[in-house]
């Protein structure tokens, strides 16, 4: 059974921290790129940021240089750190493969960015 799931999303300010998590079935993990996917009220799904089974990185242009993709593959889990947090940043967050399965989408995450 596939099984994704996202956690560590709430409110913060702008200009704040805050670190995402997903946890993956291991034959998810072991297979494909994985990604952070994020979805803002009224807009289309994106991929924020990707990376490969060796962590080569990649970066939507509007995150980068704030946001960094890790995985730990021992613990088949891809986490994304998000520094200098904006308003246009609230959304609810997903991870899943690069490209997407429609099998892997979890609940995701709600991230608010407000003062």
């Known amino acids: 059974q596939v099984q994704v799931v996202e956690s560590g999303g709430g409110l913060v300010q702008p200009g704040g921290s805050l670190r995402l998590s997903c946890v993956t079935s291991g034959s998810i993990f072991s297979t494909y790129v994985m990604g952070w996917y994020r979805q803002g009220p009224g807009k289309q799904r994106e991929l924020v940021a990707s990376?490969?089974?060796?962590?080569?990185?990649n970066y939507a242009g509007s995150v980068k240089g704030r946001f960094t993709i890790s995985r730990d593959n021992t613990k088949n889990t891809v986490s994304l750190q998000m520094n200098s947090l904006q308003p246009e940043g609230t959304a609810v967050y997903y991870c899943?493969?690069?490209?997407?399965?429609?099998?892997?989408w979890g609940p995701g995450t709600q991230l608010t960015v407000s003062s």
């Open positions: 899943n493969a690069v490209p997407t399965r429609q099998a892997y």
């Open positions: 990376i490969t089974r060796i962590g080569a990185t």
